[in-house]
């Protein structure tokens, strides 16, 4: 594979900055770590958990570049993209998985990734995302991802902060998801059919969708967490005819 002429510019990477791969699967890291080296990094630590990145940063003092795997055994290494952002914040972070889930990208953005790329694409494109962000850009899939199956591995847990809903909006959103129609809403939570029917429109326009089975589809594998200021819906039952215009 020839070296990314972007890369190479001394303005990109000076010298004797390093890279920071945390990744659990060592085939992954080492693989990433000799993409990094020809990319004229003098060096390229790889590590399996949050833990060894932490401790390599506190010797090895703040990265340049770190790639870190969203899913870190049965944690999301969103926490880890906080974590070396506020220890770091000159360090450039791309997030990698495997996990095609449709609201990775988003949580990674949220987490204060610069960038994400999915480990099924091709290593051109991984050159491309380094080269962006080391030129203090961003890098994200210009489409969302597909939605994942309720059947998939992984269960991804999003703020409303996150979706990019206010409180009300996710709680209203949040009985959408569970087949309540306007009016059921609108009585539970004490509002006019006309507030209801407004923070379904900003909700649905908040996850680029066009209809309320757009959402439940687009929304299916996500676990929606509502902000501690909305009261809890968790012993509402959508109603066996629900309808779901």
Same mark, same amino acid.
């Not at 920071?20 to 080296?37: N, Q, Y």
């Not at 997030?95 to 953005?109: E, F, N, Q, V, Y």
């Not at 961003?138 to 591995?153: D, E």
């Given at each position: 594979?020839?070296?990314? !002429?972007?890369? @190479?510019?001394?303005?990109?990477?000076?010298?004797?900055?390093?890279?920071?791969?945390?990744?659990? +699967?060592?085939? %992954?890291?080492?693989?990433?770590?000799?993409?990094?080296?020809?990319?004229?990094?003098?060096?390229? #630590?790889?590590?399996?958990?949050?833990?060894?990145?932490?401790?390599?940063?506190?010797?090895?003092? /703040?990265?340049?570049?770190?790639?870190?795997?969203?899913w870190l055994?049965?944690?999301? *290494?969103?926490?880890?993209?906080?974590?070396?952002?506020?220890?770091?914040?000159?360090?450039?972070?791309?997030? %990698?998985?495997?996990? @095609? #889930?449709?609201?990775?990208?988003?949580?990674?953005?949220?987490?204060?990734? #610069?960038?994400?790329?999915?480990?099924?694409? !091709?290593?051109?494109?991984?050159?491309?995302?380094?080269?962006?962000?080391?030129?203090?850009? @961003?890098?994200? &899939?210009?489409?969302?991802?597909?939605?994942?199956?309720?059947?998939?591995?992984?269960?991804?847990?999003?703020?409303?902060?996150?979706?990019?809903l206010t &409180?009300?909006?996710?709680q209203v959103?949040?009985?959408?998801?569970?087949?309540? !129609?306007? &009016?059921?809403?609108?009585?539970?939570?004490?509002? /006019?059919?006309?507030?209801?029917?407004? +923070?379904?429109?900003?909700?649905?326009?908040?996850?680029?969708?066009?209809?309320?089975?757009?959402?439940?589809?687009?929304?299916? *594998?996500?676990?929606?967490?509502? !902000?501690? /200021?909305?009261?809890?819906?968790? %012993?509402?039952?959508?109603?066996?005819?629900? /309808?779901?215009?």
């Amino acid at each position: 594979m020839h070296s990314h !002429p972007l890369l @190479t510019d001394s303005s990109c990477l000076q010298s004797g900055r390093y890279a920071l791969v945390i990744d659990d +699967h060592p085939l %992954t890291a080492m693989g990433v770590s000799e993409f990094l080296k020809q990319f004229g990094l003098s060096e390229v #630590h790889a590590v399996a958990d949050a833990g060894e990145g932490l401790q390599c940063m506190a010797g090895r003092g /703040s990265p340049h570049l770190a790639i870190v795997d969203f899913w870190l055994g049965a944690s999301a *290494g969103t926490d880890v993209v906080r974590e070396i952002r506020t220890l770091a914040p000159a360090c450039r972070v791309l997030m %990698t998985s495997g996990d @095609t #889930h449709g609201a990775i990208a988003l949580k990674a953005r949220a987490a204060g990734a #610069h960038g994400f790329v999915l480990k099924s694409q !091709p290593p051109q494109v991984l050159q491309q995302a380094v080269a962006a962000l080391l030129r203090g850009e @961003t890098w994200f &899939p210009a489409a969302p991802l597909a939605p994942q199956s309720p059947g998939g591995a992984h269960a991804i847990r999003m703020t409303a902060a996150e979706l990019g809903l206010t &409180p009300r909006q996710a709680q209203v959103l949040d009985l959408v998801l569970r087949g309540l !129609p306007n &009016p059921s809403i609108a009585q539970l939570l004490h509002l /006019s059919p006309h507030t209801v029917k407004e +923070h379904v429109a900003g909700a649905l326009q908040r996850l680029g969708v066009h209809s309320r089975i757009d959402a439940i589809t687009r929304m299916q *594998g996500i676990a929606l967490e509502l !902000p501690p /200021s909305v009261p809890p819906t968790d %012993t509402v039952q959508a109603p066996a005819t629900a /309808s779901l215009r």
